[in-house]
């Protein structure tokens, strides 16, 4: 993995590869409980900051993954849709897309480690 950034929505963003690979944290699966389904973005979608680009449903709620900056859906974890408690055993292992950001500094803006723990306490 490459400098791993997190947002306040509990996503993990980790740039090592040509584009940003996104996923949800720990804390975030925690929360949800067992994970059941995931709709994942379509590739080539175009995000705005804040968009919905991926829908998961859990034993306790649905929730969606918003778009961390703006950009294009470059690839997409087809093997969680087939099998989404994968997020449960391993959630920073879980990748559910990649985004090309349309500025390459967006992820300057969002939360290092020491960041989001310290919002977690």
Do not use: C
């Amino acid at each position: 993995m490459g400098m791993i950034r997190y947002t306040a929505d509990h996503e993990w963003l980790d740039d090592s590869g040509d584009d940003v690979a996104v996923g949800i944290t720990a804390h975030a699966t925690e929360e949800l409980g067992d994970i059941v389904f995931i709709e994942l973005p379509e590739v080539g979608a175009e995000l705005t900051t804040g968009d919905e680009a991926a829908v998961i449903e859990s034993t306790k709620a649905a929730s969606g993954i918003a778009a961390p900056f703006d950009g294009v859906v470059t690839a997409v974890n087809d093997e969680l849709a087939e099998s989404p408690e994968k997020v449960n055993e391993d959630p920073t292992g879980s990748w559910f897309f990649r985004i090309r950001p349309a500025d390459p500094g967006a992820l300057d803006s969002l939360l290092d480690e020491a960041a989001y723990q310290a919002l977690i306490g």
